[in-house]
C-alpha cells in the first residue's frame, strides 16, 4: 500500500507508447511479458478465474488469512472471512482517534491493522488497531504521522515530521511482540529533505522512497540503521512500495528521459524491468512471499486520456486483472493494492461508474 506521497509524479498525461501486440486465439484473453529484447504474447483461459467480493470504496491491503481494511466513507472498516480465505465474512468498523477520520493501510497475520486516523483537534496520527480498539503510536515530532503497512511481530512503518519540521520515514516497535507500546525511530533520507517508509518485510527490514541532494526521489532499503539507494531504471526516480520475507523489493523507477515510468522488481542488487500494458506508466504495490505473484497496476488507452488498469504479473507475466474476471460484471477494476500467498488480491476500481473496492478470491 501503500500511502502514495502527493510529491511522487504521475504519467498520465503522456501519449501512449506503441505495443508490440500478437493477435491471440479467437475466445482467448492476451497477457503480455516482457523480456530485454521482446515482447510476447500468451494466450489465457476464457473462463473466468476470480469471483468479486465489493468492500466499501476502496480495499487496501490483505492479511494472510483473508482480512481486508477497507474504507467507506470517511472512516476504515476490517472485513474477517467466515472462514479462512473466503469471499464472504463479517465487517467491523475500526472507528477513530476522537476525530472523524480513519484510514487503514496494512493489516498482518494477527489481524492488527494500521494506518493514521484524526484526533479529536484534526490532527493525524498513525495508529495500531489490536483487540478491537485503536491505539494513537505517537510521533517522530510535532503532531502528524501516518502508518503505511506492519509486519506480522506488529512492527509499523510510515511518515511524520521529524526533528528538522520535515516529513521523514519511520519504524515504530512495540517493546512486546504484536504490542501497543513502542519506541518510533527517523530512518533518514538519501541526503534531501525528505523521505517515507512504505513497507516492511518479517525481518523488519524496510523499504520506501527518500529524497536525494538533487531534490530527485529513489527508492530505498533500510536495514540495521543503513539506508541503502536502490537506484532506478535509468531515469532520475524511484519508489519501492512492498519487500516480501525473502527480501525481493517492488515499486516503480523511471526510464532514460523520464517519459516513462514502469513497474520495478529489485532482487539481489539487480533492477528489473516488469514492463508495462500499453501506455507509458506501470507500478508494482504488493507481491506474495514466493515472489511469482505481484501486483499492481498500469496505463491503457481509455479515450482522449490514459486509463489505469489493475495487474497482475505471475512468473514474469502481466495480466490486465480486467480478462479474468466474469464478462459483462459492470467491473472495471483500476488498481490492485495487495494480495496474499492465498492468490487472493485487492484494490479499488469502478462498479457500473461507481467507485468501489474489491476483493478477487480465486
Known amino acids: 500500500m501503500n ?19 500478437v493477435a491471440p486465439a479467437a475466445g482467448a484473453q492476451r497477457s503480455v511479458v516482457v523480456t530485454p529484447h521482446s515482447v510476447q504474447v500468451h494466450t489465457l483461459p476464457t473462463t473466468p478465474h476470480y469471483t468479486i467480493t465489493p468492500l466499501g470504496s476502496d ?12 474504507l467507506q466513507g470517511t472512516q476504515s472498516y476490517l472485513f474477517t472471512p467466515s472462514v479462512p480465505n473466503g469471499a464472504q465474512g463479517s465487517v467491523a468498523p475500526l472507528g477513530t482517534l476522537g476525530g472523524t477520520t480513519s484510514v487503514a493501510h496494512g493489516v498482518n497475520a494477527s489481524g492488527q491493522v494500521a494506518g493514521f ?77 525528505y523521505s517515507e ?7 523488519g527490514v524496510v523499504v520506501g522512497y527518500a529524497y536525494t541532494p538533487q531534490g530527485a526521489f529513489h527508492a530505498y532499503r533500510f536495514a540495521a540503521g543503513l539506508m541503502t539507494d536502490l537506484g532506478t531504471l535509468g531515469g532520475s526516480y524511484s519508489r519501492a512500495n512492498a519487500i516480501n520475507a525473502t527480501g525481493m523489493i517492488v515499486g516503480q523507477a523511471y526510464l532514460p528521459g523520464n517519459g516513462a515510468a514502469h513497474a520495478c522488481l529489485w532482487n539481489g542488487g539487480t533492477a528489473q524491468d516488469l514492463g508495462s500494458l500499453h501506455g507509458p506508466y506501470s507500478e508494482a504495490l504488493a507481491i506474495d512471499t514466493s515472489g511469482q505473484h505481484i ?21 514474469g ?4 486483472i480486467n480478462d479474468l474476471i466474469p464478462k459483462n460484471s459492470g467491473w472495471v477494476l483500476s488498481s490492485a493494492e495487495g494480495i496474499n500467498d492465498a492468490g487472493q488480491i485487492v484494490g479499488q476500481g469502478e462498479l457500473n461508474g461507481e467507485t468501489r473496492g474489491f476483493l478477487l478470491t480465486p
Open 317 to 320: 507475466t502481466l495480466h490486465d
Open 59 to 70: 480495499a487496501t491491503a490483505i492479511g494472510p488469512h483473508g482480512e481486508v481494511p477497507f
Open 295 to 315: 501486483v499492481g497496476k498500469a496505463n491503457v488507452p481509455g479515450g482522449q486520456f490514459l486509463t489505469d488498469h489493475a495487474v497482475l504479473w505471475t512468473q
Open 197 to 203: 517508509a512504505l513497507g516492511i518485510n518479517s525481518q
Open 3 to 21: 500511502a502514495s506521497s502527493t510529491r511522487i509524479l504521475t504519467l498520465a498525461t503522456l501519449a501512449a507508447l506503441a505495443a508490440l501486440l
Open 117 to 193: 486516523a484524526t484526533l479529536s483537534n484534526g490532527h493525524y496520527r498513525a495508529f495500531v488497531y489490536t483487540g478491537g480498539q485503536m491505539f494513537d503510536i505517537g510521533t517522530l515530532s510535532g503532531d502528524f504521522s501516518s502508518a503505511t503497512g506492519l509486519n506480522d511481530a506488529g512492527q509499523l512503518v510510515g511518515f511524520s515530521y521529524g526533528t528538522s519540521g520535515e516529513e521523514h520515514g519511520f519504524v515504530w516497535t512495540p517493546t512486546l511482540p504484536n504490542g501497543t507500546v513502542g519506541t518510533m525511530i527517523d530512518v533518514g533520507t538519501l541526503g534531501g529533505e
